[in-house]
C-alpha cells in the first residue's frame, strides 16, 4: 500500500465519522475530539478573516480585475463547471483570460527544474506552472493537477497558471500574457489577493454538511461569512420547493448579493482514450453500465446516468482527486464484464486520471457536462457585464 493510499483511508475513515458511519465507543470519542478541533478552528479562522478586514494584514491588488469564484464546504459543489463558463463568456468578448488555480495534489516539479527557472527568471523567484498558455496544453494531469488540466484542455485563449501563491501566478499572468481578468479558482478562502467581485457556490443538494467547520464538518468556514458574497450561485438546482427555503436561509446572512440557480448538464459522452469519438447522450438508453468515479460527490454522478436510461450493474468509487493505478482499473475492467456491462462510464475529471491501457475489450467513456442556468440569467449577465466595465 501506497503513502497516498494509507492517506486516502485515513481520509474516508475521518469521513465515516463526520457523517456518523461509526458508531464504535472509540469513533465516537474521537468525533468528540474533532468537534473540540473545529471550535478551536473556527475561532482561527474569523480571526485570520478579522486581521485582513482591520489591515493589520494587507492583501495585494495588482492592477487587474480579479474575479474569485468559490465555496465554504470542502469539494463537490461543482466549481470547475463554473470557472469554465465564465472563461468562455469574457474571453469573446475581447478580454484576456487567466484561471489562478493552487493545483491540489498536483506533482512538484523536481528541485533542479526550479532552479533551473529560479535562476533562469529576471526577478529570482519559481514560475508559475503553466499549465496552458492559450494556444497549447503545456503539461500533463499530474503536474498540473485534475482541474486545472481539465480547464485547459477545454478553455481556448485561456491561460492556466498553478501555483499555491496567486499573487505571484496574477502578476506573472499580467506580466508575461497581459491579462486583463484573472479568475480565481477555489478563491474565496484565499486573501492575499484582493478580489473586485466575489462569487459563491452552494450546493442546493446539500448545502452546508452538518454546519459545523472542519475537522467536524465539511465548513472551511463559519456559514455567517457568506456576507462577503457579491453573487451566490446555487449548483445542481432543480427548482424543488426546497429551494425557496434555501433561498431564505441565505438572504439571512447575505441581504445584497444575487442568487442564480444553476444545475450541471450532461451534454455527451467520449471515449477517454480516443478525443475524436464522442456519443450521443441517448446512447446510454437501456444499456448495461459500470460506473466508475473518485470525485466528492459520486451519487449525482452515478444519478446522471441512471436519469439517461443507463442501467448500472457495478460501481466502484474511490477518495477524491484518487489517482488510479493501472492494476485497478485492469480490475474493475474485469468485474464490469463478470456483471454483463457494455459499457464503463466515468466523469471528466476522472479521465485526466485513468492510465493508458491496451486493454479495449469494455470501452471507458466520461460524461461531459456543462453549466446551465436555469433561473437568473439577467444577474448572471449582469455580473458579466460588471466585470467587463469595472
Known amino acids: 500500500m501506497t503513502i497516498r493510499e494509507i492517506f486516502e483511508n485515513l481520509e474516508q ?17 474521537i ?4 468537534f473540540f478541533l473545529s471550535r478551536f478552528y473556527r475561532h482561527a479562522v474569523q480571526f485570520r478573516l478579522w486581521l485582513y478586514e482591520k489591515r493589520i494584514i494587507r492583501n495585494r491588488a495588482i492592477g487587474c480585475l480579479v474575479v474569485s469564484i468559490g465555496n465554504l464546504t470542502c469539494g463537490g459543489t461543482g466549481k470547475t463547471p463554473v470557472v469554465e463558463v465564465f472563461a468562455k463568456t469574457l474571453s469573446p468578448r475581447l478580454r484576456k483570460v487567466a484561471v489562478l488555480s493552487r493545483g491540489y495534489r ?24 503553466i499549465v496552458s498558455d492559450g494556444k497549447k496544453l503545456l503539461l500533463d494531469s499530474r503536474f498540473a493537477g485534475d482541474e486545472p488540466y481539465m480547464l485547459a484542455s477545454n478553455l481556448k485563449n485561456v491561460v492556466v497558471l498553478v501555483d499555491k501563491d496567486r499573487v505571484k501566478s496574477g502578476i506573472y499572468a499580467v506580466e508575461e500574457f497581459g491579462t486583463d481578468i484573472l479568475i480565481m479558482d477555489d478563491g474565496f478562502q484565499y486573501l492575499d ?5 466575489n462569487i459563491m457556490l452552494v450546493d442546493s443538494t446539500n448545502p452546508f454538511h452538518n454546519h459545523h467547520v472542519l475537522p467536524r464538518g465539511l465548513l472551511r468556514e463559519p456559514i455567517k461569512n457568506l456576507r462577503r458574497a457579491d453573487y451566490i450561485f ?14 431564505s436561509f441565505l438572504r439571512k446572512h447575505n441581504r445584497r448579493a444575487e442568487i442564480i440557480e444553476c444545475c450541471h448538464k450532461p451534454l455527451y459522452l467520449e471515449d477517454v482514450y480516443v478525443k475524436e469519438k464522442r456519443f450521443p447522450l441517448d446512447y446510454l438508453k437501456g444499456r448495461k453500465v459500470a460506473a466508475l468515479s473518485a470525485i466528492a460527490c459520486p451519487d449525482s454522478f452515478e444519478k446522471f446516468i441512471e436519469e439517461l436510461g443507463g442501467n448500472i450493474l457495478c460501481r466502484k468509487s474511490f477518495a477524491d482527486h484518487h489517482r488510479f493505478r493501472q492494476q485497478e482499473v485492469i480490475d474493475f475492467i474485469n468485474l464490469s464484464k463478470d456483471q454483463g456491462a457494455e459499457l464503463i462510464v466515468t466523469t471528466e475529471k476522472d479521465a485526466v486520471r485513468i492510465p493508458r491501457l491496451d486493454r479495449r475489450d469494455v470501452s471507458i467513456c466520461f460524461l461531459r457536462v456543462e453549466i446551465d442556468i436555469i433561473s437568473g440569467q439577467e444577474s448572471f449577465d449582469q455580473c458579466i457585464s460588471r466585470i467587463c466595465f469595472i
Not at 506533482?107 to 527557472?117: D, M
Not at 446555487?234 to 433561498?247: C, D, E, M, W, Y
Open 193 to 197: 489577493l484582493k478580489p473586485h467581485i
Open 31 to 34: 468525533s468528540g475530539l474533532l
Open 13 to 29: 475513515y475521518f469521513l465515516d465519522i463526520i457523517n456518523e458511519k461509526r458508531h464504535e465507543p472509540r469513533d465516537k470519542l
Open 106 to 129: 498536483s506533482k512538484e516539479r523536481s528541485i533542479i527544474t526550479r532552479l533551473r527557472q529560479k535562476f533562469a527568471s529576471k526577478k529570482g523567484t519559481v514560475p508559475p506552472k
Open 234 to 247: 446555487l449548483t445542481k438546482s432543480n427548482g424543488g420547493k426546497h429551494i425557496r427555503f434555501l433561498k
